[in-house]
């Protein structure tokens, strides 16, 4: 079963991006799905700079990455714009990121709402919270509305 890399907002204009432990997490996911031989996207917000060069180094040569740039914090419509032309069925996407209770939020329950044989996992250790907001209440939270947390 393969399963995709989805990573959101891990750009150099956030701060909640920088943290040491979140960019290893989320590296950590990047080498898995190429070992998988599966697609990673990148999902940036549009004027926010680039996403993190270590990440980026992390993917470069990978014949699967590809970056979608949206202008609101929900980026499932990118995100399902670019599967309605990939060529395979991926049934589960994971996926990191910054703004779990935003960007990671919106982009999580607007595809959630739109792809019913599909899968979604959080990566517990690869989101955080765009504030000091309780990350484990919003993890629960996305678990009691059928969102998998690894």
């Known amino acids: 079963m393969r399963t995709g890399l989805i990573v959101i907002d891990m750009q150099e204009n956030y701060p909640a991006a920088k943290q040491e432990s979140l960019r290893l997490s989320v590296i950590k996911q990047i080498q898995l799905a190429k070992r998988r031989q599966a697609p990673i996207l990148l999902v940036e917000y549009e004027d926010d700079g680039p996403t993190l060069p270590d990440l980026v180094s992390s993917i470069n040569g990978y014949p699967f990455c590809y970056t979608l740039t949206k202008n609101e914090d929900d980026g499932s419509q990118q995100i399902l714009g670019f599967l309605a032309e990939f060529p395979h069925f991926i049934p589960i996407w994971r996926i990191c990121g910054v703004h779990l209770d935003a960007c990671v939020w919106e982009t999580i329950v607007g595809l959630k709402n739109i792809l019913e044989k599909t899968r979604l996992e959080?990566?517990?250790?690869?989101?955080?919270?765009?504030?000091?907001?309780?990350?484990?209440k919003i993890l629960k939270t996305l678990e009691r509305k059928g969102i998998n947390v690894k």
Do not use: I
């Open 122 to 136: 959080v990566v517990r250790n690869g989101v955080a919270p765009s504030t000091t907001r309780d990350k484990s």
